[in-house]
């Protein structure tokens, strides 16, 4: 199958060198034997030297044949490397050129129901409680964890059921407001529920001195196996002067900033990141749990697109304006941390889950 194609170039030199080496190797063990034939030809001087003199020219025709064999290989080896660089440089020449822009795909899926249908936003996830099941008003922590388990075990996990577990786990009590629980999810909770999936978690402090240093620190988590979520700050709820359109750029937005589709858009800008962390939050801003996707560079500029459960959607930010809404919650100074996942074999019994 493609995939399981591998070029190992220095390999295949080293094989080419060996191949050369043996047919210079070969043609000189043919001269010799060539020589020795001529000498007992030349000391027998009867009729049986001549057979023999016949039948040795025969086999070393067909040595010589084999030692070109040998050197032919080696050129075609040579000959094939060479062109396989041609040919990678060729289908590279429109990106140098730019006649096509790079395509990345999504890593990360999205939340999904039972049924393995994406959910409409972070809302329609419940809070279950010996009464029944009541409306999760800041379930962001859940549905995060959903999309990035879905992402390591390559199976939707519906958010539903992760919420369920958490909160069996966790023990944790729901704070009722208007109906609607508000609990809060820490990264404890998160760690913990991942770790029933077979998923290790631990927030990983990372140098963020300067943007520049960070985001090279998040570059670098980012190249491993894992799933990163981040704890940002984000818009509380959709207003009705933005309900229905999206008011990108009154948070200092363009339009190709963001990974949206038009439908998205409409759905108005309640969990956009604010681009303001602060020290505190701010009137109208929450904290807010995020998976993020993937980095991006393009055009000498920098994104970070992330998955958001609030309305379920990706949205790509540039660089600084994520950088300055990571939360203060986990900012330090010169250093913030996210919360890192990754694939676990097994679960030693008995390894109590600590907060990081």
């Known amino acids: 199958m493609e995939r399981n194609l591998r070029i190992h170039r220095e390999a295949i030199r080293e094989t080419i060198r060996q191949l050369r080496a043996w047919s210079a190797r070969w043609e000189e063990t043919r001269g010799q034997a060539q020589r020795a034939a001529q000498a007992l030809v030349d000391a027998a001087q009867a009729a049986p030297a001549r057979a023999f003199e016949a039948a040795t020219a025969r086999t070393l025709h067909q040595l010589q044949q084999s030692g070109e064999r040998i050197r032919l290989l080696a050129d075609i080896l040579e000959q094939a490397l060479h062109h396989l660089k041609e040919a990678f440089l060729q289908a590279a020449q429109p990106l140098a050129e730019g006649w096509i822009a790079p395509l990345q795909l999504p890593v990360t899926p999205l939340a999904v129901e039972a049924s393995g249908t994406p959910i409409p936003n972070q809302f329609m996830v419940q809070f279950p409680t010996p009464q029944g099941l009541i409306p999760w008003a800041t379930a962001c922590g859940p549905v995060a964890l959903s999309m990035a388990l879905s992402r390591l075990t390559r199976r939707p996990i519906p958010a539903q059921e992760v919420a369920n577990r958490l909160v069996e786990i966790t023990g944790k009590a729901p704070e009722v407001e208007g109906g609607r629980a508000t609990a809060l999810t820490t990264t404890w909770d998160l760690i913990a529920t991942a770790n029933a999936y077979g998923i290790h978690g631990e927030r990983v402090s990372l140098r963020g001195s300067s943007s520049e240093e960070a985001w090279h620190e998040l570059q670098g988590l980012m190249r491993q196996p894992i799933a990163v979520m981040a704890l940002v700050t984000a818009k509380g709820s959709t207003t009705s002067a933005t309900r229905g359109n999206a008011d990108w750029e009154s948070y200092g937005l363009k339009a ?74 986990a900012r330090g100074k010169n250093r913030w941390w996210v919360l890192s996942l990754e694939t676990q074999l097994s679960i030693p019994e008995g390894n109590a889950v600590t907060h990081p």
């Open 256 to 329: 190709p900033d963001i990974v949206v589709s038009e439908e998205d858009r409409r759905k108005g800008d309640g969990g956009i990141l604010t681009g303001s962390s602060g020290r505190r939050k701010k009137p109208g801003e929450i904290a807010h749990w995020v998976v993020i996707d993937r980095l991006e560079e393009r055009d000498g500029k920098r994104y970070v697109v992330i998955n958001n459960p609030y309305h379920n959607r990706q949205e790509r930010y540039p660089w600084e304006y994520f950088w300055n809404s990571v939360n203060y919650q």
